[in-house]
């Protein structure tokens, strides 16, 4: 049996293994979760979907993913993210790759499916926090997170490249039978080293890890103080930003394939569906680099806090902007949305590490409260630029929605945000 200390905090060397394995499920489950929008033109082709069908199919996915991530944070605030996490993935990567059979059996099926699975993704990234709060101190704490992030970008590239052609050569079947594949290697691969001795006893679980992940031997006994939570004008400054920021990264994420194949039919599809999430992920990682130095010279926490929000969510609205009404070739329609992707890699040091900051003891749970309301939100806005294009083709307006919904959010956090702890 393995056991650890809660309260142990990783060595360099335990730092690097542990973000190397949460790096790669993380490109697992982007992978798997971008599967469907990536090659939602090929489907909807197959299987006759309209716009407003594949919005609605879209966007069931956050009516689960929504509804399990204060569970999540929860649970891994008290037993551990590390369970939580290899535990659902094993779950959402079976149910990526039965996903063609209920594609051509039953429209509701499909919408069934999804939700399920991202019910079960929903646990991945308050997991994540909570372990991450616990075992990396608060100075190196944005670099890491910035890092472990851009996996989810890295694995939104790699799923674009491959996607056109798997495809081309073997049907859109076969993107959800090598994706699910994917994500059920890398869970199964996190269950066998957390049975080593050696990884095991880095894991947070005081009881033991493995045998027995959900014994009432938890890791937190700190109550979760709720009302506290959603009373705080930090906190709720932290929920604006990322709902905000959330609602054009899933516009963009789900349907700027089909914008590019509909404005641009002749452009490479492996470019657009790459290039973007590229740049998400090396600013990820850069700022997250910035902010740990900016930090370390013992610059204001707020401050830094609000600079890199600002980026994330101010940029965006600019580039959202100029692509509604300026970009009228390929190139510079890849290059807006491409700079819009940029300044949200900057969310890693900004609303992603925030919550650790102002509520370092319920970190996971507060992660878990602010991804649920920006999946409710990603819900909505999925579903609603499905809408607005079936009902008035009209792409200028979903961008113009996104760059005022950014706007909001970014000036909201830049009056009320923090970096300092308030629970």
Known sequence: MLYANSNQKWTVGERRVWCAVLFTGCMCLYMSRNGLPQSMVAISADVKWDKHQSGVVLSSFFWGYLATQVLGGYLSDRYGGEHILWMSASIWSVLTG???????????????????????????????SSLLTAHINEQDRTFYFGIVCAGSHIGTVFSGSIVGALIFHFGWHSVFYVLGLLGFIWSSSFRSLLMSKQFGRWSSASSPAVDHPMSLSNVGSTPVPWRRIFTTPAILAIFTAHLSGLFFFNVLINWSPTYFHEMFPDSPSWLYNTLPWLCNAASSVGSGYLCNKWLSAGSDITRVRKFFVGISLLGPSVGLAVLAFSAHSFTSALLCVSFVTLCHGASSAGTIANPSDVAPDCAGSVFGIMNMLGALEGLMAV???????????????????????????????????SGNKVL
Request: aromatic residues 16%.
């Open 98 to 128: 039965i996903l063609p059979y209920f594609v051509t059996e039953s429209g509701v099926a499909v919408i069934l499916l999804r939700i399920i699975t991202g019910a079960f993704q929903g646990v991945h990234y308050p997991a994540m």
């Open 383 to 417: 579903y609603l630029a499905g809408h607005i294009l079936h009902t008035y083709n009209d792409w200028n307006t979903v961008y113009m929605l996104s760059a005022v919904v950014s706007t909001f959010g970014g000036a909201i956090f830049v009056m009320f945000g």
